[in-house]
């Protein structure tokens, strides 16, 4: 199988880890009234890790095993 031709599909969803510095902080925001569609930015780079939507999602599933 060639991999050069195969074509991987991106997860949605917040990223737990970011991938432009490796860091798991999240920049603080306030929740209340904010649309789903805010972005989620990493604290240390500043770098969109996903949206206020991803998030509300990740904790709905937090009983399940997350994945790295």
Do not use: Y
Not at 11 to 30: D, T
Not at 32 to 38: I, M, V
């Amino acid at each position: 199988m060639d991999l050069d031709q195969h074509h991987c599909q991106q997860r949605p969803g917040l990223k737990i880890v970011c991938e432009a510095c490796g860091s798991l902080a999240i920049k603080a925001i306030v929740l209340a009234g904010e649309p789903e569609l805010t972005k989620i930015h990493c604290r240390r780079c500043n770098a969109v890790r996903g949206t206020l939507a991803d998030l509300h999602d990740l904790a709905r599933r937090s009983a399940d095993v997350f994945e790295f």
